[in-house]
Antibody, heavy 118, light 108 residues
Framework: EVQLVESGGGLVQPGRSLKLSCAAS????????MAWVRQAPKKGLEWVAT????????YYPDSVKGRFTISRDNAKSSLYLQMNSLKSEDTATYYC???????????WGQGASVTVSS | EIVLTQSPTTMAASPGEKVTLTCRAS?????MHWYQQRSGTSPKLWIY???KLASGVPNRFSGSGSGTSYSLTINSMETEDAATYYC???????????FGAGTKLELK
């Protein structure tokens, strides 16, 4: 069974940093692109970052480019999201997702809640 | 950048009723994926590559479309189908993923 378990969420002040982790199991992690998708309270889904199988290529929307960094450790089957210079508008539940062919997100974690507030 | 517009924003359907949700793309795309999100839970892949049902999805669901217009249809609404449905598309150039704003489907 595919499992994705996020951790590292919490309350953080504006301008500070936070790092999310995602532990993957039930599939060969190194064979898949991985992604982070967030959902602000009562809002829709927003793609945040994607990383290639080796980690050599990363992609971000303009809303987080230069502030967020996605990375992975294939030996540990783990995905990370380093979030710097956090803003109140970054408050959201952050989901780790496995990216299948055709850009589909075919497995999701339970989410990690991040609140940016003073 | 492709923009996905879902309609309606919210709707209510009675058990047994046929339901159609629409997703329109700002320019032509090759396929569409759909996700179901029940209240308080993570999104789940529901339909991929326009018309393929994800594992475990009841066959009362179907997907169709091409170009800029795609739809998700429920043949006969059931209680468990009440949820928010999001369409999604990805691209290589520029490399990004886009979600629609979602359609909230409620039980009447």
């Amino acid at each position: 069974e595919v499992q994705l378990v996020e951790s590292g969420g919490g309350l953080v002040q504006p301008g500070r940093s936070l790092k999310l982790s995602c532990a993957a199991s039930g599939f060969t992690f190194s064979n898949y692109y991985m992604a982070w998708v967030r959902q602000a309270p009562k809002k829709g889904l927003e793609w945040v970052a994607t990383i290639s199988t080796s980690g050599s290529r990363t992609y971000y929307p303009d809303s987080v480019k230069g502030r967020f960094t996605i990375s992975r450790d294939n030996a540990k089957s783990s995905l990370y999201l380093q979030m710097n210079s956090l803003k109140s508008e970054d408050t959201a539940t952050y989901y780790c997702a496995r990216r299948g062919t055709g850009y589909v997100m075919d497995a999701w974690g339970q989410g990690a809640s991040v609140t940016v507030s003073s | 950048e492709i923009v996905l517009t879902q309609s309606p924003t919210t709707m209510a359907a009675s058990p047994g009723e046929k339901v159609t949700l629409t997703c329109r793309a700002s320019s032509s795309v090759s396929y569409m994926h759909w996700y179901q999100q029940r209240s308080g839970t993570s999104p789940k892949l529901w339909i991929y590559e326009t018309s393929k049902l994800a594992s475990g999805v009841p066959n009362r669901f179907s997907g169709s479309g091409s170009g800029t217009s795609y739809s998700l249809t429920i043949n006969s609404m059931e209680t468990e189908d009440a949820a928010t449905y999001y369409c999604q598309q990805g691209s290589s150039y520029p490399p990004m993923n886009t979600f629609g704003a979602g359609t909230k489907l409620e039980l009447k």
